[in-house]
């Protein structure tokens, strides 16, 4: 009888793991979570252009142009941090809006005779001097510590808790400012925004704002505060051109136009009711970082305190630096941008300057979040 050999089965590789970061969900999920994504970035995103536009009293027509360029570029920007260009972008599943820092510079710019092209190209040399310094920020991190970054957002919330405000009374320059139905609508339309984040689902609770606009919207029309003429004038299908309001125009992209004018015709009480909760948890989402800075036994709360004062000294008395050079004012005349150089002023000189005796406190550069581990070492 022949034997039978049982060739050895050679040991299979074992299968690694994938990163949660690197795993590709289905279709379906990534359509559901990309459609999520969109709505819940989509209230920041055009409150920005609301905010400048409204402060230089654009037409609606302009208004609603600006809006669809904004969403234009934040599309742009999405796609360059997701799928990566070169040594542009994180290339990770995230939404670029804008940022509300810029706001107050921008509105300060515009409205002072150089409109729209001024703010172009403030933006454009911004960015540009953002590009050349990135590859050298990494080194810049230490001095951005929570106790700064904090302080800065903060700041930012608290600067623009002004505007909710006008918004919900009627617009600043509307005949019915401060009128009670203004106000109610208001009132009503930060009532749904607190009530899907308390009731709703999940998916809806993280777009509570928006559903609290279209609600607001929704409300509004049979109440006479909408004026939709510029929504049927509006084309479906526009070209979005760059420097549109002044410098070298050239085409881009075809984006949905009547959405721009659709945002643009929002009643400001709607806006305002939805502006306070995103303006407020701005700020929140300061404290929360600031939360974890320890104030004991060290400056911390000096450097916050003092930020916090002058970042709201120009909304407070927007006419205090009225005498200034109109250099000193475009900084300062910011809450955002004097609030943010004073906190970085201030934890240098606590937190990294020699103190009395000659060294820094290690504790007090511990608590800030000091890259590298915090202490003595991470200060030096």
Request: hydrophobic share 55%; glycine share 14%.
């Amino acid at each position: 009888m022949g034997m039978t050999h049982n060739m050895p089965t050679p040991p299979t590789a074992p299968v690694s793991p994938v990163h949660p970061v690197d795993e590709i969900p289905p279709v379906r999920h990534l359509t559901a979570f990309g459609l999520q994504h969109v709505l819940a970035m989509y209230a920041g995103a055009v409150a920005v252009p609301l905010i400048v536009g409204g402060a230089m009293k654009l037409s609606p027509a302009d208004l609603a142009y600006l809006i669809t360029a904004d969403l234009l570029v934040c599309g742009i920007a999405t796609l360059i941090q997701c799928v990566g260009f070169w040594r542009f972008g994180v290339r990770l599943p995230i939404m670029q809006g804008c940022t509300f820092a810029a706001v107050s510079p921008m509105v300060l710019i515009g409205t002072t005779g150089g409109g729209l092209p001024a703010i172009y190209g403030s933006v454009i040399v911004a960015g540009l001097a953002i590009t050349l310094l990135a590859p050298v920020f990494g080194r810049l991190l230490r001095f951005f510590p929570p106790l700064v970054t904090g302080t800065v957002i903060l700041v930012i919330g608290l600067s623009l808790l002004p505007v909710a405000g006008n918004w919900a009374a009627g617009g600043v320059g509307s005949a019915d400012f401060g009128e009670p139905r203004n106000l109610a609508l208001a009132a009503f339309v930060l009532a749904v925004v607190l009530g899907v984040q308390r009731f709703a689902p999940a998916f809806l609770s993280r777009i509570a704002v928006l559903t609290g606009i279209v609600v607001g919207l929704a409300v509004a029309v049979p109440f006479g505060f909408t004026d939709f003429d510029g929504v049927g004038d509006a084309d479906w299908v526009g070209i979005s051109t760059p420097f549109h309001f002044g410098a070298p125009a050239f085409e881009v992209s075809a984006v949905v136009s009547k959405l721009g004018a659709v945002v643009a015709a929002v009643p400001a009480p709607v806006l305002g009711g939805a502006g306070l909760v995103m303006f407020g948890t701005v700020a929140a989402s300061g404290l929360r970082t600031l939360a974890a800075v320890e104030f004991k036994d060290n400056h911390n709360l000096t450097v916050v305190a003092v930020s916090v004062a002058v970042g709201m000294l120009p909304v407070g008395v927007p006419t205090i630096y009225a005498k200034f050079p109109d250099w000193f004012r475009t900084v300062m005349n910011s809450g955002i941008s004097a609030g943010c150089l004073t906190a970085i002023v201030l934890n240098l000189l606590f937190n990294h300057l020699a103190g009395k005796g000659g060294s820094v406190d290690s504790g007090s550069a511990d608590v800030t979040g000091l890259a590298g581990g915090g202490g003595q070492d991470a200060v030096e």
